[in-house]
């Protein structure tokens, strides 16, 4: 994977990024880490990895040791500190890529600056995909006028719709609106959509679901949903899939990140396909991992932080002939029934 396919949208990023050569000098980090340690992103490059931690040794010696064995580690509750000497702490990833070590830092605490919930990451694929879908857009509104077929036209309209809804999406990031807007959301009516999207695609796959039909509306942001679940089958379908599962589930005393809730939404994508590499097991939702050689490895790291956004999580689970991406959403707590006593009405 070279350069040209990751490091732009590496860039947009809210999550920071550093890349480390075999000497532990840094060689890059994006706007999101340079932002978190009070500099510039080129004042660090060729500077020792030891400045951006407040105790060196223990990071020092996990980084040689994820670049002698090629593998990744993680390490919790790392003190970081800026150029301005503030310490902070962050969980840390180290990954062994392409002959350089990748740092992932995740600040456990957030500054008061970040205080607002927009997404540098999905920003950054506003920016990116809003001249395609003009163009995408453009092209279906000439074959639907020119269709004569009924169903084609139907197909056509159907982009269309695609594209008015992943051009508000990237406008709205854009204009710095960036927070989720919330509104009811029927699950099933949006894995309907899913369906339609997906059934129009070329070879589409085989579809089958098992719904729970007592799962009551919630608040969610529907079309960065629908976006979620799109990247999983489009996942699915580039990892061998012949057939995919959808289900919904209401699971109760749940636990996502830090609280422990009453209960929650599951929808499971379910795949035939050949499974997640065993290479990619352990940081498979982390930015610029990928199984393709053409990927970005931004997908499901751009999932994650969708989820994450909504109070959810996503996890996976799974084997060869059977993967399961399972979508976790925080749903409303029951409304609760009048305690007023009814007054009794009879005739005269």
């Known amino acids: 994977m070279n350069n040209a396919s990751w490091r732009p949208l590496a860039e947009q990023m809210a999550t920071g990024l550093a890349l480390v050569d075999a000497e532990l000098r840094v060689t890059w980090l994006n706007p999101a880490l340079a932002e978190r340690l009070a500099l510039g992103t080129r004042s660090l490059v060729g500077q020792p990895t030891t400045l951006m931690f407040a105790d060196d040794a223990a990071v020092l010696a996990q980084a040689r040791r994820a670049l002698a064995e090629d593998r990744a580690l993680q390490l ?30 995740h600040a456990l605490a957030e500054p008061a600056a970040a205080a607002s919930p927009l997404s540098a990451t999905l920003r950054g694929f506003a920016h990116e995909v809003k001249n395609p879908l ?39 990031l854009l204009h710095h609106d960036g927070a989720p807007r919330l509104a009811p959301v029927n699950i099933h009516h949006l894995l309907e959509r899913l369906e339609d999207l997906l059934e129009a695609e070329p070879a589409p796959l085989t579809l089958r679901h098992d719904y729970d039909p007592s799962l009551p509306d919630f608040p969610a942001d529907a079309d960065r949903l629908l976006q979620v ?41 379910i795949d035939d396909g050949a499974g997640v590499p065993t290479a990619l097991r352990d940081t498979l939702f982390q930015p610029l991992v990928s199984g393709r050689p053409d990927g970005t490895g931004l997908g499901l790291a751009l999932s994650r932080e969708i989820a994450h956004e909504h109070g959810g999580e996503l996890r996976w689970q799974g084997r060869p002939g059977e993967t399961v991406f399972s979508l976790y959403l925080p749903l409303p707590p029951p409304q609760r029934a009048s305690t007023d006593t009814p007054t009794d009405v009879t005739d005269d």
Request: glycine letters at 10%; zero cysteines; a positive charge.
């Open 76 to 105: 919790r509750g790392v003190a970081m500190t800026t150029q301005r000497g503030t310490e902070w702490q962050a969980d840390l990833s180290l990954q062994p890529f392409d002959g350089q070590l990748l740092l992932e830092v």
């Open 134 to 172: 003009a163009g995408l857009r453009g092209a279906a509104q000439l074959l639907q006028r020119r269709l004569d077929d009924e169903d084609l036209k139907a197909l056509a309209g159907m982009v269309i719709a695609e594209a008015d809804r992943l051009g508000a999406l990237a406008n709205r």
């Open 229 to 269: 679940l799109l990247n999983l089958a489009r996942n699915a379908r580039e990892a061998g899939a012949q057939t995919l599962t959808l289900r919904t589930r209401a699971e109760h005393g749940v636990r996502l990140g830090e609280r422990m809730l009453r209960s929650a939404l599951r929808v499971d994508v």
